[in-house]
């Protein structure tokens, strides 16, 4: 049974595989693997604010200071953190304890390089390999070269620095009122401090973690309580980060919330203008993304390469073919060249920077896209059952939609025991009816196999 889904390792706390026992296992499987030849050998370790951070932070300590490696602890700080503090720290790796988005419940790991980058597939396998197959009982080190543990005191101090090399130092950021959504997740102390250092008049919620509210009823996957605030404050925009800081959901001024196709809208046309890219650019974004966003960009003169679900595999992209940026409708946006990688922070003071130096509501700015209409299946699996007979079932799906005017996309969920059914339309072309009768039928086929 493969650990690591589309972005680390996910699941319920207490339940395989995110036990203490397992968590420390995990740290001297990943120890063997990522640890670097002729290195201080070190690691990083991160964590959001949930209350089971408390038992994953010293299970991965543990781990690593058993295999002969310090431990440097950081957190709580957004994942993104790892970026700039795994490389000042000369890390071989590190790790951020969060389930990101998820509730509280959940927990999970990410690994990543100590350039920053998350780990490869082939890491990743090489880790699973050693967790179930190694024998760790008999692995032994002298107890005078174990490793040791300390807790970086400014480490909050270096990644605020390193987010307001984002900003640009000749606007007047009081201009603006903003709403901020913290999630009461890993960005509620630096995210707010960073807003008020660069002058913004801003209105702070969910900052106020008890170890069990991340992500409830706030944050990016719930943006309605900051909504109704900008419209009640009359806000120049709403901010609404996740559980782990590293995707943004951005709301304009009149209170509505705009999808990632949108925002890389706003800034490809902005980025165009402003001549850091050139007609016939490509912009990367995934598969789901919506097919409006790839005319919208087209009319502008420019174009969207698509990529598998997951912001690594956007980075990837960029970094293989030297792309200026791109990102995914569920908040993730990436820019070659940042010393953040994928940090919702840095991409909203990029669309504060934007909006001053454009001198224009958002609402205005996002005029030119026309997304299609989106409906969004996720139905629960049994992941072991699905993995064995998951031709079968593509293929049924496949056929329901293949002879439907429609844009479709089947995955399975790589965070959670789902199916994904992804279909995108043209209300003018398919009717009500059709789409309600295709739904039950997509819904039945995925119940009855698995």
Known sequence: MRLFGTDGIRGEVGKYPLTSENVLKLAKASALVLRRKNSISRVVINKD????????????????????????????????ALTVLGKSLRADFSVMITAS???????????????GFKITPEEENKIEDFFFNYDFDNFKIKQSNYGKAIRLNNALGRYSEALKQSADRDLNYHKLKVILDCANGASYKVAPEVLFELGLDLHTIGDQPS??????NCGSLYPLKASSLVKKKKC???????GDGDRVTIIDEKGRVLCGEEIIYILAKYYLAEKKIKKGSIIVTNEIANYGLDISLKRLGLKLKRVKVGDKNILKEIIDHKYFFGGEPSGHFIFRGDLLIGDGM??????????????????????????????NINQIIDREKFYLIQESIYQKLNKLCQNLDIYYNIRPSGTEPLLRVNLQYDKRNIKVVTLNKLKKQIIKVITDAC
């Open 49 to 80: 604010t949930r209350l089971s951070g408390y038992i994953f932070e010293p299970a991965l300590t543990s781990g690593f200071i058993s295999m002969g490696i310090e431990v440097i602890l950081v957190g709580p700080l957004p994942t993104p």
């Open 101 to 115: 988005h998820n509730p509280y419940k959940d927990n999970g790991l990410k690994f990543f390089s100590g350039q």
């Open 211 to 216: 170890g069990t509210n991340i992500n409830h």
């Open 236 to 242: 120049d925009i709403g901010i609404c980060l996740d």
């Open 346 to 375: 840095a991409t909203a003071i990029r669309i504060l920077t934007l909006m001053l130096k454009e001198k224009k509501k958002l609402s205005v700015l996002n005029k030119g896209i026309d997304l299609l209409e989106v409906m």
